[in-house]
């Protein structure tokens, strides 16, 4: 079943379906919305409404770039695991 999903950016609503098994739809949006309003308090007031465009690329930059040190992190995390594993593994071995 899907669930729909209301977002306010820049002063429009949006609405989204989104399928009820997905994880956390409403956190995400709200993640969205508070990334794109912090984007927006850098902006001037008067230069808010003609750069909605900017502002909306400018969110889903940090967004993204946020993700990327969380992979790569992640992807540190697991390898460093895996080798403490093996190293483990190998100490259990020779005895």
Same mark, same amino acid.
């Given at each position: 079943? &899907? &669930?729909? *999903?209301? *977002?306010?950016?820049?002063?429009e609503t +949006? &609405? +989204?379906k989104?399928?009820? #098994?997905?994880h956390?739809p =409403? #956190?995400?949006?709200d993640?969205?919305a508070?990334?794109?309003? @912090?984007v @927006?308090r &850098?902006?001037? #007031?008067?230069?808010?409404?003609?750069?909605?465009l900017?502002i909306?690329? @400018?969110?889903a930059?940090?967004?993204?770039k946020?993700?990327? #040190?969380?992979? $790569?992190?992640?992807?540190?995390f697991?390898?460093d *695991? $895996?080798q =403490?594993?093996?190293?483990?593994?190998d100490m259990?071995n =020779? =005895?």
């Amino acid at each position: 079943m &899907q &669930q729909l *999903i209301t *977002i306010e950016l820049l002063g429009e609503t +949006f &609405q +989204f379906k989104v399928q009820e #098994e997905d994880h956390n739809p =409403r #956190e995400i949006a709200d993640y969205l919305a508070a990334e794109v309003d @912090s984007v @927006s308090r &850098q902006f001037p #007031e008067h230069l808010k409404k003609t750069n909605k465009l900017a502002i909306l690329v @400018s969110a889903a930059l940090n967004m993204t770039k946020k993700y990327f #040190e969380l992979k $790569s992190h992640h992807l540190d995390f697991v390898s460093d *695991i $895996s080798q =403490r594993t093996y190293k483990l593994d190998d100490m259990l071995n =020779r =005895r």
